[in-house]
């Protein structure tokens, strides 16, 4: 059934293959983007991995059409603000090197091994790759959709997924978890986050109480539901030993959601602020800066006087970071 799925996702790519059959790249060859986001980006990436998809599992034999879209990516690979190998350029890699006669394409190969750090690091001419679309289970499939950045196909595999899994355990709630992120379904997590953080308790390590819970709680947050935040946050302090986690960031992440609690619930604001005020205080000369921003705000919204302090000891630590 899934593999129903991925011959259907890529029969919808077969009319960028015409295109670039016909000679037509417009769709695919390189075309630079900037933005505050992402720096500088392709915005043909896409549909440039979606074609290479499309020529690797339906066994396409077209030198020319390979060679051209390797030469894209490499451009995409040289100028990229986030750098990164990608499954493009390991895919036309691969799918170039079956035509690699007596070195042809060494020099692009060696071209693509220094594109970039990442590159510098990691690529190498020799990749391993399957062509055989049944060689793929259906985590590879979910993998391919979300790469392709097909989400309605992506979603259908996770479906299938959810149906045929025996056991709920840990594991599987932490697939179900990334997987909704990755298939832009978050706001699905609540009741795998909620399993995660019960079958934490039921083992009683406290290190994963206080994590599971507060991913919890920075999910209700996330999605502005409040009133669970407030008890799911009353929770964590209750049933977590935080003395542990004190001197590492998860202590400060939950100091940060409990800042950004107070700015977004008036009605629990003088409570968690009087919880949280002596951590603050403590801390004021030396936080990152989310957490500075958020305490500023959080110590206005109680009209507390120490937000002065906190963007004082906040415009410091950006000249020490040189921001």
Known sequence: MYLDILEELLENQAQLYKNAYRGDFSQ??????????HGTYDKNYTNRLRLSYFLLYKHINNEDIVKRLFEEELKDRETNSFQGIGSALEILTFLLMKYNREGTYDSLFERAKTANFDCACGYTPNVEISSE???CDIYDGISIAIDMGCMESARKLVKLWKEDVACWDKRNYERLIYFNKDIKREEENEEPLKALAEIARTKGKNSDIISTSRSLLHYYIQFDKKEQAYDCFQQL??????????????????????????????????ELWKWARPFII???GNMFGNLYKKSILAAETVNDDFSGELNYQYQEWKKRVGI
């Open 28 to 37: 695919v060859c390189y075309l630079e983007a900037k933005d505050k986001e």
């Open 282 to 284: 403590e801390r004021a």
């Open 133 to 135: 679309l049944e060689d």
């Open 237 to 270: 302090i209750r049933e977590g030993d935080l003395t542990e986690i004190y001197h590492i960031r998860l202590f400060e992440y939950i100091l940060e959601d409990c800042m950004e609690l107070i700015c977004e619930y008036k009605e629990k604001a003088e």
